[in-house]
């Protein structure tokens, strides 16, 4: 419609990713849109350095808003984003994925009486006890526009009771933003090189999420799981992330990582590094969704540490195997998924997720939804 305006939030390097190519077509068809940045990832390799490797500009509006607990952020980010929908008088807004910025700004929506798109509507890991569970289905059971990346996760919302009306399965936009940005990647980045890295000869590991990393004894499995792998002639490329780190310390398990053998521990990369690692890794070790996806989409096998998934089209192909906080499980996957086999085909779309997001929030049942 004419008068569309959409406001974006997103709080984290992984939902800038994948808002991205949102930002990117609406910039193209000159759509009135404000991106909004809660300051849930507030370091520069998470953020700053983001914005630089997407072509984005930074946001129009940064609440700053990071660092502190979870409960905390909900409470100091939905009335900041009230105020910013109030002041803006968007049509939509789009938030993206289960993150705490996702729920603020469904709730903060919700408030305001504006539309709310959910992009990755409908994944499912079926755990009411992970927080990014429940933040997906209260962002999900309050949207007006329900995106969901595969038609498993939109049988997810009609099995939910959800009006079939509402949902649009568009494929992930993540692939879209893989599919921009990869080429500039692999053009720009020298990290095989200063790491001193070949393809294929060697293991990227990722862990970040709360379950893991904030419970000392999962943290040491996975830390047992790494050096198993390296006790083998692996050598392994560890990115720590913050929480993490300040997890290591916590526990008082930071020279047990540096002891690994074969193990490199570094601070979190550039959107373009991390990328190029990971198409270029012989195994990807990660309790992350995003990576499973990515994973998924370059060929390159995925150990996910953890006991359940959303994203179970990756399990159910064959690209990633469930390992749990078991050091002996991620070992055997690790032997089990990097045996010579036959490439698998991607469930996460072409790379025109974006195209159909935009299409769906100009149609006219949109028009209708965003001016009641």
Known sequence: MADLKVCVVAGTRPETIKVAPILWELVRREIPHVFVHTGQHYSHALREQAFVDLGLAPPQVSLSIGGIPVSHQVARMTPALRAVF??????????????????AGALAAAAEGVALAHIEAGLRS?????????????????????????????????????DAARITVTGNTGVDALTVTLPRARSQSDVLARLRLVPRGYTLATLHRPELVDQEGRLRAALEGLARLASRGWRIVFPVHPRTLGNLRRFGLERALLAIPLLVAIEPLSYFDFLVLEENAALIVSD???????SCVLGVPCATMRENTERTESVEIGASALVGYCAQALSDAATQLTQPRA????????????????????????????AR
């Open 86 to 103: 109030a002041r803006e008088r968007p049509s939509v807004v789009i938030v993206q994925g289960d993150t705490t910025s996702a729920l």
């Open 126 to 162: 079926f755990d009411n006890a992970m927080v990014e569970e429940l933040n997906r289905i209260v962002t999900d059971s309050i949207s007006d526009l329900l995106f969901a990346p595969t038609e498993l996760s939109r049988s997810n919302l009609i099995t939910e009771g959800h």
């Open 288 to 294: 992350s969704g995003g990576v499973q996806e990515e």
């Open 343 to 370: 490439p698998w085909v991607s469930p996460y779309g072409d790379g025109r997720a974006a195209e159909r997001i935009v299409d769906t929030l100009l149609s006219a049942e949109v028009s209708r939804k965003a």
